[in-house]
């Protein structure tokens, strides 16, 4: 299969797609690894003032819901369920098809290429297996229907494929082992890169980092990052919480705001990494991430870092229009 970017090879390779089950063309692929459809799409990035090599975008959809009538019922379903336990992907709603999906995103470059690669083909796995489990109670709870479906020439997948076999198999056993991430990297991180700007004040001890970014004139950001706050589905691992104070505003409104951040993080360009979602709990709002066991590799927790500050940054510019948009649904 030839695609345009070689990102797309590797995803098609890393997946061990099943050709019949699966719909090519050069800039993106949908595939079936059981009812639920996932589209995998490469373009370019726009430049950024600062970066010479704007790399490529890839995104990671997986279809989960259809017929949802985004109300406050929804929203609070959406945000409890899915957001506030979010691992490497979020839910965007689409409010001209009334759909809802799990979405992933990430700048890549040719230096990161095979690194970041592995970890979004990791976030494709999860967004299977959360699409599966997820998808019933929530159609259930919203009077929705589950987004099943399959190629236009095959019909709908009978037996699944051995990738959803993944997680119970390979992820969730490893994260019964402790978190990978051990006291001494937390230690380093701590001496290296937190007694600097963007960092205004850091602490750091076995169990984590604690990181406090420019916000307001009268507030700071929080980035939280543990390995000692297990997933209820992945077990142990590192757990990333950033944390911006909104105000005062109606738990509805911040819900659909949150939602509205990830419509722009983790579909449209990211800051940082789109990997996680946007949720909010009394007048903060929150990104959420959690990479299991299986994703540890060594360095990959400064990057963690410094993504996170691109993100704090970025709110903090009011770079987004959605902290201020009003996203016409009640």
Do not use: K
């Not at 600062?50 to 017929?67: F, H, M, N, W």
């Not at 929203?75 to 369920?81: D, F, K, V």
């Not at 990430?106 to 494709?124: E, F, G, I, K, Q």
């Not at 959803?164 to 019964?176: D, E, K, W, Y």
């Amino acid at each position: 299969m030839l695609f345009a970017d070689p990102t797309l090879t590797e995803f098609y390779r890393d997946l061990h797609i099943d050709r019949e089950w699966s719909v090519c063309a050069p800039t993106h692929f949908t595939w079936w690894a059981d009812q639920q459809a996932q589209h995998i799409t490469v373009r370019t990035a726009d430049a950024a003032l600062d970066d010479e090599d704007p790399g490529v975008l890839i995104a990671v959809r997986t279809e989960l819901l259809r017929g949802v009538t985004l109300d406050a019922t929804a929203a609070s379903a959406l945000n409890s369920r899915l957001m506030a336990f979010a691992s490497l992907a979020g839910p965007i709603y689409d409010p001209a098809t009334g759909s809802v999906a799990l979405h992933s995103l990430l700048r890549v470059h040719d230096d990161t290429r095979p690194w970041l690669t592995r970890l979004l083909s990791l976030a494709a796995v999860l967004q299977i297996s959360e699409a599966r489990r997820l998808a019933p109670e929530l159609a259930r709870l919203l009077g929705a229907e589950v987004a099943v479906s399959g190629p236009p020439e095959r019909g709908i997948r009978p037996v699944a494929d051995e990738m959803t076999g993944v997680v119970p198999q390979l992820i969730a056993p490893q994260g019964c082992a402790p978190s990978r991430w051990l006291a001494a990297e937390f230690l380093d991180i701590r001496d290296q890169y937190l007694q600097q700007p963007p960092a205004l004040l850091a602490t750091g001890d076995g169990a984590g980092l604690t990181v406090e970014f420019p916000w307001d004139d009268t507030h700071t950001a929080l980035l939280q990052i543990m390995g000692d706050q297990p997933h209820p589905e992945y077990g142990n691992g590192l757990f990333v919480l950033q944390s911006f104070p909104v105000g005062e505003i109606d738990e509805a409104a911040g819900q659909r705001l949150a939602l509205r951040l990830n419509a722009v993080e983790l579909a449209e360009e990211p800051a940082g990494y789109g990997l996680g979602s946007y949720c909010y709990q009394r007048n903060l709002l929150h990104f959420v991430s959690f990479f299991p066991n299986f994703a540890y590799r060594p360095g990959l927790l400064p990057n963690l870092y410094y993504a996170a500050a691109q993100r704090a940054q970025a709110l903090a510019d009011r770079r987004y229009p959605a902290l201020t948009a009003d996203d016409g649904h009640e």
